[in-house]
């Protein structure tokens, strides 16, 4: 009884193990297929424009991004590996326990078998039956015959099932260890590109700090530059705000007073979190939300109220949900902007190189606002995506499908 409870208890461990195997190696798959697709959109994006000289920090961070998403590339592989060979010993442990069944299952079939050809030369059926004393003798020894056939083609069936489980078992293993092998060989390559793209990052590096007054004044212009934009997007949210408060003067509060349409509006923008489509039919986010060190100065600590997104030449900058325009921003130094009233929520879209819509404007969810400003000496395009509620910034990776 305890044996067969450990059994029982050893088969229902095995089970959850393997259960568990399978659905972190299926996270890991989903993981490695996202992070190719995020290598893949950086080359196109960023790096195929070859006749365009970027300036050394720009080239530098493209780099650096690009590095980032392979090392984590080749850390998923690993993982994948890791798992693979976890799978592969569960399997060999019950194709083991499946083998030693199956002969015991043979060999119980085999005597069975050798039994029965024993008992038929002495003595046939129709005698074993005739041979009764009495009508209750013989129907008794006629449901026995009946349950000895029946019981020999259950050991038949039963060795049928457990060869072919067996050799699905063989065929899963085999599949298992030339996924592990590929994944071996396609990290060994991943290694080699990343240590090419690693030299070259150095070089861009190296020539950066010998001109590193040069890339501090870059960086601080940039963020300096981002900053008053971010200003200046709140002062006009804070303006806005004033004016829907005009039948309601003595709220002080620095929040959107609603129409019961605004609310409505509101409402749905809320619920459609984590779905709202990109803001660019293509790109890939080259800066994150949220304080974060430099990506070629780790020591610098950068700030952004959004997301910096990079994508193709005269792409078309699109409206993540209906709304109505807010207000266009031109500031002096930088291209323009778009602000998109949600209810009580605002999607802002930065430095587009055309806009093709006015205050006021009621847009449509996924309509076409403008277009993406194409730096033309370095042939990059890139855009800047922020989500406020009222006047605070939030991070455009949570309201975003798959950002």
């Known amino acids: 009884?305890?044996?067969?409870?450990?059994?029982?208890?050893?088969?229902?461990?095995?089970?959850?193990?393997?259960?568990?195997?399978?659905?972190?190696?299926?996270?890991?798959?989903?993981?490695?297929?996202?992070?190719?697709?995020?290598?893949?959109?950086?080359?196109?994006?960023?790096?195929?424009?070859?006749e365009k000289k970027k300036n050394a920090l720009d080239e530098a961070e493209d780099l650096a991004l690009k590095l980032?998403?392979?090392?984590?590339?080749?850390?998923?592989?690993?993982?994948?590996?890791?798992?693979?060979?976890?799978?592969?010993?569960?399997?060999?442990?019950?194709?083991?326990?499946?083998?030693?069944?199956?002969?015991?299952?043979?060999?119980?079939?085999?005597?069975?078998?050798?039994?029965?050809?024993?008992?038929?030369?002495?003595?046939?059926?129709?005698?074993?039956?005739?041979?009764?004393?009495?009508?209750?003798?013989?129907y008794k020894r006629l449901e026995y015959l009946k349950q000895y056939s029946a019981s020999r083609r259950k050991f038949a069936n039963e060795i049928q099932?457990?060869?072919?489980?067996?050799?699905?078992?063989?065929?899963?293993?085999?599949?298992?260890?030339?996924?592990?092998?590929?994944?071996?060989?396609?990290?060994?390559?991943?290694?080699?590109?990343?240590?090419?793209?690693?030299?070259?990052?150095?070089?861009?590096?190296d020539f950066l700090l010998k001109k590193r007054k040069n890339l501090s004044v870059q960086i601080s212009l940039k963020q300096k530059q981002a900053k008053e934009i971010d200003k200046e997007i709140e002062t006009m949210i804070k303006q806005a705000i004033l004016a829907s408060k005009k039948n309601n003067k003595k709220s002080n509060s620095i929040v959107f007073d609603l129409t019961p349409e605004a609310k409505l509006i509101a409402s749905n923008f809320k619920s459609n979190k984590g779905r709202l489509p990109w803001p660019l039919e293509k790109g890939v986010v080259i800066q994150r939300f949220g304080k974060q060190p430099h990506p070629v100065v780790r020591t610098t600590i950068i700030q952004s109220n959004g997301v910096t997104i990079a994508t193709k030449p005269n792409s078309f900058v699109r409206s993540v949900f209906k709304g109505e325009v807010m207000a266009i921003l031109v500031y002096k130094g930088s291209n323009p902007s778009v602000l998109i009233k949600h209810g009580n929520y605002i999607t802002a879209y930065k430095n587009l190189g055309r806009v093709d819509v006015k205050k006021g404007d009621i847009i449509k969810a996924k309509q076409k606002i403008g277009k993406v400003f194409t730096n033309q000496k370095s042939g990059k395009s890139t855009m800047q995506f922020s989500i406020f509620i009222n006047t605070v910034p939030q991070n455009p990776k949570n309201w975003i499908y798959e950002m």
């Open 1 to 50: 009884m305890v044996r067969f409870i450990y059994l029982i208890l050893s088969l229902l461990i095995s089970i959850n193990l393997q259960s568990q195997n399978i659905k972190k190696q299926k996270q890991l798959e989903n993981k490695s297929r996202l992070l190719k697709k995020e290598i893949k959109k950086i080359n196109e994006l960023l790096f195929s424009n070859e």
């Open 68 to 138: 980032s998403f392979r090392e984590e590339l080749i850390k998923i592989n690993n993982q994948q590996a890791n798992e693979i060979v976890k799978r592969i010993n569960i399997n060999e442990k019950t194709i083991l326990n499946k083998r030693n069944e199956l002969d015991k299952l043979k060999s119980d079939y085999s005597e069975m078998i050798k039994n029965s050809y024993q008992s038929r030369s002495l003595n046939n059926r129709l005698m074993f039956l005739f041979s009764s004393d009495n009508f209750y003798q013989a």
């Open 161 to 205: 099932k457990k060869t072919k489980l067996l050799q699905q078992l063989n065929q899963s293993l085999i599949n298992q260890k030339i996924k592990k092998d590929n994944l071996v060989k396609e990290n060994r390559k991943a290694k080699q590109v990343l240590l090419k793209e690693k030299k070259l990052q150095k070089e861009v590096i």
